[in-house]
Protein backbone atom coordinates (compact mmCIF):
# COMPACT_ATOMS: atom_id res chain seq x y z
CA UNK A 1 0.00 0.00 0.00
CA UNK A 2 1.51 3.24 -0.79
CA UNK A 3 1.21 6.43 1.05
CA UNK A 4 -0.42 8.95 0.27
CA UNK A 5 1.20 12.47 2.78
CA UNK A 6 -2.21 14.18 2.20
CA UNK A 7 -4.04 11.59 3.80
CA UNK A 8 -4.62 11.15 7.23
CA UNK A 9 -6.50 7.74 7.03
CA UNK A 10 -5.94 5.03 3.88
CA UNK A 11 -7.94 2.12 4.22
CA UNK A 12 -9.13 -0.52 1.54
CA UNK A 13 -10.72 -3.75 1.92
CA UNK A 14 -11.32 -3.83 5.47
CA UNK A 15 -13.87 -6.71 6.67
CA UNK A 16 -14.50 -7.48 10.21
CA UNK A 17 -17.31 -10.60 11.06
CA UNK A 18 -18.20 -11.46 14.43
CA UNK A 19 -19.60 -15.06 14.28
CA UNK A 20 -22.56 -15.07 11.54
CA UNK A 21 -22.75 -11.43 11.49
CA UNK A 22 -20.71 -9.61 8.72
CA UNK A 23 -20.07 -5.99 10.05
CA UNK A 24 -17.97 -4.86 7.82
CA UNK A 25 -17.71 -5.93 4.09
CA UNK A 26 -14.72 -4.71 2.43
CA UNK A 27 -14.83 -0.66 3.46
CA UNK A 28 -12.59 1.84 1.39
CA UNK A 29 -11.37 5.23 2.82
CA UNK A 30 -9.44 7.78 1.91
CA UNK A 31 -9.72 10.95 4.44
CA UNK A 32 -7.20 14.02 3.87
CA UNK A 33 -5.25 15.38 6.71
CA UNK A 34 -7.29 18.47 8.84
CA UNK A 35 -10.56 17.83 7.36
CA UNK A 36 -14.55 16.66 9.10
CA UNK A 37 -14.91 13.31 7.02
CA UNK A 38 -18.07 11.82 7.63
CA UNK A 39 -19.72 7.97 8.02
CA UNK A 40 -22.99 8.25 7.43
CA UNK A 41 -25.31 5.47 8.00
CA UNK A 42 -27.77 3.91 10.16
CA UNK A 43 -27.07 1.98 13.48
CA UNK A 44 -26.06 -1.48 12.62
CA UNK A 45 -24.47 -0.19 9.13
CA UNK A 46 -20.94 -1.25 10.23
CA UNK A 47 -19.48 3.03 11.42
CA UNK A 48 -18.59 1.51 15.03
CA UNK A 49 -16.97 -1.48 14.21
CA UNK A 50 -14.91 0.32 11.59
CA UNK A 51 -13.38 3.00 13.70
CA UNK A 52 -13.00 0.76 16.44
CA UNK A 53 -10.51 -0.89 13.62
CA UNK A 54 -8.95 2.23 12.71
CA UNK A 55 -8.54 2.58 16.35
CA UNK A 56 -6.65 -0.28 16.52
CA UNK A 57 -9.20 -1.46 19.26
CA UNK A 58 -10.01 -4.70 17.31
CA UNK A 59 -8.24 -6.20 14.31
CA UNK A 60 -9.57 -6.42 10.83
CA UNK A 61 -10.41 -10.04 9.42
CA UNK A 62 -9.37 -7.99 6.12
CA UNK A 63 -7.77 -5.81 4.30
CA UNK A 64 -5.51 -2.31 4.64
CA UNK A 65 -5.27 0.82 6.90
CA UNK A 66 -2.75 2.96 7.20
CA UNK A 67 -3.18 6.71 9.53
CA UNK A 68 -0.59 8.69 9.20
CA UNK A 69 0.96 6.38 7.44
CA UNK A 70 1.36 3.68 10.19
CA UNK A 71 -0.29 0.20 10.05
CA UNK A 72 -3.39 -0.13 12.39
CA UNK A 73 -2.26 -3.88 13.10
CA UNK A 74 1.36 -3.68 12.64
CA UNK A 75 2.63 -0.27 14.10
CA UNK A 76 -0.44 -0.02 16.44
CA UNK A 77 1.41 1.65 19.27
CA UNK A 78 2.19 4.86 16.67
CA UNK A 79 -1.49 4.74 15.62
CA UNK A 80 -2.48 5.01 19.60
CA UNK A 81 -0.43 8.03 19.81
CA UNK A 82 -1.50 9.70 17.31
CA UNK A 83 -5.52 9.61 17.98
CA UNK A 84 -8.33 9.61 20.36
CA UNK A 85 -11.52 8.02 20.34
CA UNK A 86 -14.92 9.31 22.02
CA UNK A 87 -17.54 7.06 21.52
CA UNK A 88 -21.37 6.54 21.53
CA UNK A 89 -21.19 6.71 26.04
CA UNK A 90 -19.07 9.05 28.35
CA UNK A 91 -15.87 7.58 29.07
CA UNK A 92 -15.46 9.87 32.29
CA UNK A 93 -15.24 9.06 35.68
CA UNK A 94 -19.26 9.88 37.18
CA UNK A 95 -17.63 9.44 40.78
CA UNK A 96 -14.94 11.75 40.24
CA UNK A 97 -15.26 16.12 39.71
CA UNK A 98 -14.90 17.37 36.01
CA UNK A 99 -11.60 18.47 37.02
CA UNK A 100 -10.31 15.30 38.91
CA UNK A 101 -11.12 13.28 35.42
CA UNK A 102 -9.10 15.96 33.44
CA UNK A 103 -6.66 16.31 35.63
CA UNK A 104 -6.04 12.03 36.39
CA UNK A 105 -5.99 11.60 32.52
CA UNK A 106 -3.30 14.55 32.30
CA UNK A 107 -1.21 12.54 34.81
CA UNK A 108 -1.95 9.35 32.91
CA UNK A 109 -1.00 10.42 29.98
CA UNK A 110 2.47 11.54 30.82
CA UNK A 111 2.11 15.71 31.80
CA UNK A 112 3.83 16.83 35.11
CA UNK A 113 0.86 17.47 38.11
CA UNK A 114 1.27 21.70 37.17
CA UNK A 115 0.94 20.90 33.46
CA UNK A 116 -1.81 18.47 33.83
CA UNK A 117 -3.80 20.86 36.06
CA UNK A 118 -2.97 24.02 34.23
CA UNK A 119 -4.60 21.90 30.59
CA UNK A 120 -7.68 20.99 33.21
CA UNK A 121 -8.23 24.98 33.89
CA UNK A 122 -7.38 25.56 30.05
CA UNK A 123 -10.20 23.08 29.36
CA UNK A 124 -12.93 23.36 31.52
CA UNK A 125 -12.72 27.13 30.93
CA UNK A 126 -13.21 26.65 27.03
CA UNK A 127 -15.70 23.57 27.20
CA UNK A 128 -17.70 26.38 29.17
CA UNK A 129 -17.51 23.65 32.23
CA UNK A 130 -15.40 25.95 35.13
CA UNK A 131 -18.63 26.39 37.05
CA UNK A 132 -19.36 22.93 37.32
CA UNK A 133 -15.60 21.61 37.82
CA UNK A 134 -16.14 21.06 41.47
CA UNK A 135 -19.25 19.08 40.85
CA UNK A 136 -19.60 15.06 40.14
CA UNK A 137 -19.89 14.23 36.67
CA UNK A 138 -22.53 12.12 38.07
CA UNK A 139 -24.36 14.88 38.78
CA UNK A 140 -23.48 16.27 35.17
CA UNK A 141 -26.36 17.01 32.09
CA UNK A 142 -26.36 14.72 29.47
CA UNK A 143 -24.55 17.95 27.18
CA UNK A 144 -22.05 18.44 29.80
CA UNK A 145 -20.81 15.06 30.55
CA UNK A 146 -20.42 15.01 26.16
CA UNK A 147 -18.12 18.51 26.68
CA UNK A 148 -16.56 17.10 29.21
CA UNK A 149 -16.17 13.47 27.09
CA UNK A 150 -14.24 15.33 24.11
CA UNK A 151 -12.63 17.70 26.73
CA UNK A 152 -11.08 14.63 28.38
CA UNK A 153 -9.97 13.18 24.49
CA UNK A 154 -7.80 16.40 23.82
CA UNK A 155 -6.03 16.78 27.22
CA UNK A 156 -3.57 15.92 24.53
CA UNK A 157 -4.40 17.42 21.41
CA UNK A 158 -4.55 14.34 19.08
CA UNK A 159 -3.53 14.52 15.14
CA UNK A 160 -6.97 12.76 14.65
CA UNK A 161 -10.05 12.50 16.42
CA UNK A 162 -13.04 9.46 16.24
CA UNK A 163 -15.73 10.80 17.37
CA UNK A 164 -18.87 7.73 17.25
CA UNK A 165 -22.14 9.29 17.55
CA UNK A 166 -21.08 12.41 19.73
CA UNK A 167 -24.26 14.01 19.99
CA UNK A 168 -26.62 11.20 20.28
CA UNK A 169 -29.67 11.97 22.92
CA UNK A 170 -28.42 16.38 23.35
CA UNK A 171 -30.57 18.63 23.18
CA UNK A 172 -30.12 21.38 20.40
CA UNK A 173 -28.60 23.54 22.54
CA UNK A 174 -26.05 21.44 23.71
CA UNK A 175 -25.69 19.82 20.08
CA UNK A 176 -24.79 22.68 18.34
CA UNK A 177 -22.29 23.66 21.43
CA UNK A 178 -20.42 20.39 20.38
CA UNK A 179 -20.23 21.26 17.13
CA UNK A 180 -18.73 24.49 17.47
CA UNK A 181 -16.13 21.89 19.72
CA UNK A 182 -15.67 20.14 16.49
CA UNK A 183 -15.32 23.10 14.10
CA UNK A 184 -12.43 24.73 16.80
CA UNK A 185 -10.58 21.25 16.78
CA UNK A 186 -10.62 21.18 12.57
CA UNK A 187 -9.15 24.82 13.03
CA UNK A 188 -6.19 23.86 15.55
CA UNK A 189 -5.42 20.97 12.26
CA UNK A 190 -6.84 18.28 14.05
CA UNK A 191 -8.73 15.44 11.51
CA UNK A 192 -12.11 14.58 12.32
CA UNK A 193 -13.70 11.08 11.35
CA UNK A 194 -17.49 11.49 12.54
CA UNK A 195 -20.13 8.80 12.45
CA UNK A 196 -23.19 10.18 12.71
CA UNK A 197 -26.71 9.05 11.69
CA UNK A 198 -27.59 12.47 11.78
CA UNK A 199 -28.17 13.52 8.18
CA UNK A 200 -28.18 17.74 9.54
CA UNK A 201 -24.71 16.63 11.44
CA UNK A 202 -23.11 15.48 8.71
CA UNK A 203 -24.57 18.07 6.45
CA UNK A 204 -22.73 20.70 8.89
CA UNK A 205 -19.86 19.79 9.55
CA UNK A 206 -18.52 17.62 7.18
CA UNK A 207 -16.41 18.38 4.11
CA UNK A 208 -16.37 14.78 2.74
CA UNK A 209 -18.97 11.67 2.88
CA UNK A 210 -19.08 8.26 2.66
CA UNK A 211 -22.63 6.73 2.95
CA UNK A 212 -22.53 3.42 5.19
CA UNK A 213 -25.17 0.87 4.53
CA UNK A 214 -24.70 -2.99 5.80
CA UNK A 215 -20.96 -2.50 5.85
CA UNK A 216 -20.72 -1.04 3.13
CA UNK A 217 -19.46 2.25 1.02
CA UNK A 218 -22.83 2.45 -1.32
CA UNK A 219 -21.70 6.45 -2.02
CA UNK A 220 -19.13 8.96 -1.48
CA UNK A 221 -18.96 12.54 -1.98
CA UNK A 222 -19.04 15.83 -0.29
CA UNK A 223 -22.61 17.11 0.62
CA UNK A 224 -23.29 18.87 -2.63
CA UNK A 225 -22.23 16.26 -4.91
CA UNK A 226 -24.40 13.50 -2.82
CA UNK A 227 -27.31 16.28 -3.23
CA UNK A 228 -26.90 16.59 -6.87
CA UNK A 229 -26.39 12.46 -7.35
CA UNK A 230 -29.92 11.59 -6.93
CA UNK A 231 -31.72 13.78 -8.94
CA UNK A 232 -32.73 17.67 -9.17
CA UNK A 233 -33.51 20.03 -6.94
CA UNK A 234 -36.51 22.30 -6.39
CA UNK A 235 -38.23 25.64 -7.87
CA UNK A 236 -40.53 26.90 -5.05
CA UNK A 237 -42.55 29.34 -5.83
CA UNK A 238 -45.24 31.38 -3.47
CA UNK A 239 -47.58 33.75 -4.74
CA UNK A 240 -49.25 37.00 -3.71
CA UNK A 241 -52.65 36.04 -4.92
CA UNK A 242 -53.57 32.74 -4.67
CA UNK A 243 -56.16 32.99 -7.76
CA UNK A 244 -53.08 32.87 -10.19
CA UNK A 245 -51.80 29.64 -9.22
CA UNK A 246 -53.67 28.16 -12.13
CA UNK A 247 -51.66 30.65 -14.17
CA UNK A 248 -48.61 30.01 -12.59
CA UNK A 249 -48.81 26.42 -12.86
CA UNK A 250 -49.56 26.92 -17.07
CA UNK A 251 -46.47 29.33 -17.36
CA UNK A 252 -43.85 26.56 -15.27
CA UNK A 253 -45.22 23.70 -16.90
CA UNK A 254 -44.39 25.04 -19.81
CA UNK A 255 -41.11 26.13 -18.80
CA UNK A 256 -39.95 23.07 -16.63
CA UNK A 257 -42.39 20.43 -16.24
CA UNK A 258 -43.09 18.51 -13.15
CA UNK A 259 -45.39 20.98 -11.30
CA UNK A 260 -46.20 20.16 -7.60
CA UNK A 261 -49.30 21.98 -6.07
CA UNK A 262 -48.30 22.88 -2.49
CA UNK A 263 -50.79 22.45 0.71
CA UNK A 264 -50.37 26.02 0.67
CA UNK A 265 -52.84 27.60 -1.73
CA UNK A 266 -50.45 30.03 -3.08
CA UNK A 267 -47.77 28.16 -3.74
CA UNK A 268 -46.75 25.97 -6.04
CA UNK A 269 -43.00 23.85 -7.12
CA UNK A 270 -41.33 22.26 -10.41
CA UNK A 271 -38.25 19.63 -10.52
CA UNK A 272 -35.15 22.24 -11.52
CA UNK A 273 -31.55 21.92 -10.33
CA UNK A 274 -30.42 24.85 -13.46
CA UNK A 275 -30.38 28.22 -11.48
CA UNK A 276 -30.42 29.70 -15.06
CA UNK A 277 -33.29 27.68 -15.88
CA UNK A 278 -35.18 28.71 -12.62
CA UNK A 279 -34.22 32.14 -13.10
CA UNK A 280 -35.99 31.95 -16.25
CA UNK A 281 -39.22 30.34 -15.42
CA UNK A 282 -39.00 33.19 -12.60
CA UNK A 283 -38.53 35.79 -15.38
CA UNK A 284 -41.45 34.26 -17.24
CA UNK A 285 -43.81 34.34 -14.43
CA UNK A 286 -43.12 37.80 -14.08
CA UNK A 287 -43.95 38.98 -17.85
CA UNK A 288 -47.05 36.95 -17.97
CA UNK A 289 -48.32 39.38 -15.16
CA UNK A 290 -48.09 36.71 -12.20
CA UNK A 291 -47.19 38.51 -8.97
CA UNK A 292 -44.58 36.49 -6.83
CA UNK A 293 -44.76 37.05 -3.16
CA UNK A 294 -41.41 34.92 -3.17
CA UNK A 295 -39.53 32.01 -4.11
CA UNK A 296 -36.50 29.91 -3.82
CA UNK A 297 -33.80 27.19 -5.42
CA UNK A 298 -33.18 23.88 -3.07
CA UNK A 299 -31.41 21.20 -3.65
CA UNK A 300 -32.68 17.34 -1.89
CA UNK A 301 -31.42 17.03 1.47
CA UNK A 302 -29.66 14.60 2.68
CA UNK A 303 -32.46 12.73 3.91
CA UNK A 304 -33.73 12.31 0.47
CA UNK A 305 -30.35 10.99 -0.76
CA UNK A 306 -29.90 8.64 2.15
CA UNK A 307 -33.64 6.99 1.41
CA UNK A 308 -32.95 7.14 -2.81
CA UNK A 309 -29.75 5.51 -2.47
CA UNK A 310 -30.79 2.57 0.63
CA UNK A 311 -34.72 2.43 0.37
CA UNK A 312 -35.04 3.12 3.98
CA UNK A 313 -34.40 5.80 6.20
CA UNK A 314 -31.76 7.17 7.69
CA UNK A 315 -32.67 6.29 11.72
CA UNK A 316 -35.09 3.06 11.16
CA UNK A 317 -32.72 0.36 10.85
CA UNK A 318 -32.22 -1.77 14.21
CA UNK A 319 -28.76 -2.44 15.25
CA UNK A 320 -26.94 -5.63 13.91
CA UNK A 321 -23.34 -4.81 15.36
CA UNK A 322 -22.73 -6.43 18.61
CA UNK A 323 -22.13 -4.67 21.64
CA UNK A 324 -18.88 -3.09 21.91
CA UNK A 325 -18.26 -4.83 25.26
CA UNK A 326 -18.64 -8.14 23.58
CA UNK A 327 -15.89 -7.75 20.93
CA UNK A 328 -12.64 -8.77 21.29
CA UNK A 329 -9.93 -7.03 23.17
CA UNK A 330 -7.08 -4.65 21.01
CA UNK A 331 -4.86 -5.89 19.02
Not at 42 to 65: E, F, Q, V, Y
Amino acid sequence: MTTNSALAIEATGLVKAFGDTLAVDGIDLAVRRGSVYGMLGPNGAGKTTTIRMLATLIRPDAGTALVFGHDIVKASDEVRAAVSLTGQLASVDEDLTGRENLILIGRLLGLKRQAAKARATELLEAFGLSEAESKLVKNYSGGMRRRLDIAASIVVTPELMFLDEPTTGLDPRSRNQVWGIIRALVAGGTTILLCTQYLEEADQLADGIAVIDHGRVIAEGTPTQLKASVGSGALRVRLLDPEQRPLAEQVLDRELGDIILEPDPAALSASCSDADRAAGAVAELARSGVRIANFSLSQPSLDEVFLALTGHPAEEVPSEEPDPTEEEQPA
